[in-house]
């Protein structure tokens, strides 16, 4: 079993829709949880992180972390084409020294 | 936010020769980078962990004889492979962190190494 499970999809939307990634993880250790975001052929985007449980929001996104499920989840309002990329998640705690664990990334179109 | 880049972006070599690749971050002083390989349709596999003035740790079953890695300033890590062979053709992508703060990692855009 890995470390972090994200199902690769592909996801297909149509534009304006909410759109819901999801990772789980075995790791209780995990502090941090990040969202990447990468478009093809590029290097990973940093869209936001949470430190431990809860909710943060930023715009259009919002990242959920709920520990006692190892369930984390980000979800996007009002979804453009342009958010057509492949979205990473990634966890990491300090006994590892921050070490980015990854999850399999998932590919999410949105469709005009 | 914090600005990383990558040098160069694509690159075409032949077997048997090495390459360089360069990785630098332009806003921040970097005390650790790492270096990622990404096939396609697959997520970041991490390579190596390097850290300023210190030799690089590589990740199980990375031969750190072909994939030389110096981060001899704050700001500037490399990344040589050397005696390339095809199997070696992947996107090969850097990322930096500063001592502030740990848990962030900004990415370079990638190099695409392409051995014929």
């Known amino acids: 079993q890995k470390e972090v499970e994200q199902d690769p999809g592909p996801l297909s939307v149509p534009e304006g829709a909410i759109v819901s990634l999801n990772c789980t993880y075995s790791?209780?250790?995990?502090?941090?949880f990040m969202w990447y975001r990468q478009y093809s052929r590029k290097g990973p985007e940093l869209l936001m992180y949470t430190y431990s449980s809860g909710n943060k929001e930023d715009g259009r996104f919002t990242a959920q972390v709920d520990k006692s499920s190892k369930y984390i989840s980000l979800f996007i309002r009002d979804s453009q084409p342009s958010d057509s990329a492949t979205y990473l998640c990634?966890?990491?705690?300090?006994?590892?020294?921050?070490?980015?664990?990854w999850g399999a990334g998932t590919k999410l179109i949105i469709k005009p | 936010g914090a600005v990383v880049s990558q040098h160069p972006s694509r690159v075409i070599c032949k077997s048997g020769t090495s390459v360089k690749i360069e990785c630098r971050s332009l806003?921040?002083?970097?005390?650790?980078m790492f270096w990622y390989r990404q096939f396609p349709k697959q997520s970041l596999m991490l390579m190596a962990t390097s850290n300023e003035g210190s030799k690089a740790t590589y990740e199980q079953g990375v031969e750190k004889d072909k994939f030389l890695i110096n981060h001899a300033s704050l700001t500037l890590s490399t990344l040589t492979v050397t005696s390339a062979h095809p199997e070696d053709s992947s996107f090969y992508i850097c990322s930096a962190r500063d001592l502030d703060r740990l848990y962030e990692q900004y990415f370079g855009p990638g190099t695409r190494l392409t051995v014929t």
């Open positions: 790791n209780s250790a995990f502090q941090y």
């Open positions: 806003d921040f002083q970097a005390t650790t």
């Open positions: 990634a966890m990491s705690d300090l006994d590892s020294n921050y070490q980015l664990i």
